[in-house]
């Protein structure tokens, strides 16, 4: 089984609809991060969390809304979806301060009509 | 303003030879630099790392090189593989997060 995964994997969805897209790992991480791709741009860093009780925005935090359920749970919503959040959504684990490697889970494609 | 660049979209090379992916940064802040692998619908991979007070890391068939008087990496992948072909990240660790360039497409043909 994969250490970090994301559900759902595929989501088409309209402006204006709230969606959740949802990180569980089996790490036991306590680092656990949102990022999107876009072509061209690379990942940028949506929001991202140290412990069950830190969140942190990220350098484009706007539109989007995280929760952190558990230590191995972390989940970004889009309260209402709009067009150019159209991209590909990534959640990633790091073990802690020592570490700098971060997983990542298989990523979600995400479409807004 | 972006603090990490990749300002090779793509990248062909034939199997055998030498690729060289190039990345520069801005912030001297940056303690650690790493190389990510993408394939289509896959995560991002972790490849090699290289501290800030490194100036070379060899893991196998990939190699990491820092000037930071240019603040400028590189990494070489000597032979190059069909298999390498992917996207490739850089990314600089600061504050614990990571900041990522633009990726480099590279293409090895047989």
């Known amino acids: 089984d994969a250490d970090v995964t994301q559900t759902p994997r595929n989501r088409i969805t309209k402006t204006g609809k709230r969606i959740m897209l949802e990180c569980s790992q089996t790490k036991g991480h306590d680092r656990m991060y949102w990022y999107r791709q876009d072509p061209g741009l690379g990942l940028r860093l949506i929001y991202y969390s140290f412990d069950v009780k830190d969140i942190n925005k990220g350098e484009i935090s706007d539109g989007y809304s995280v929760s952190r359920q558990a230590q191995a749970k972390f989940s970004l919503s889009l309260e209402s979806a709009i067009p150019n959040q159209t991209a590909l959504y990534f959640c990633?684990?790091?073990?802690?301060?020592?570490?700098?490697?971060?997983?990542f889970g298989p990523g979600t494609r995400l479409t807004v009509l | 303003d972006q603090q990490v660049k990749q300002n090779s979209p793509s990248l062909s090379v034939q199997e055998g030879r030498i690729s060289i992916l190039n990345c520069d940064y801005t912030n001297s802040m940056f303690d650690y630099f790493l190389w990510y692998k993408k394939y289509p619908a896959e995560g991002p991979t972790f490849l090699i790392s290289i501290s800030s007070i490194k100036d070379k890391n060899e893991d196998g068939r990939f190699t990491v090189f820092l000037n930071k008087s240019a603040k400028h990496l590189s990494l070489h992948i000597v032979p190059s593989q069909p298999g390498d072909s992917a996207v490739y990240f850089c990314a600089a660790s600061w504050t614990g997060k990571l900041i990522f360039g633009q990726g480099t497409e590279l293409s090895v043909k047989p």
């Open positions: 990633a684990t790091r073990t802690g301060p020592t570490y700098n490697e971060q997983f």
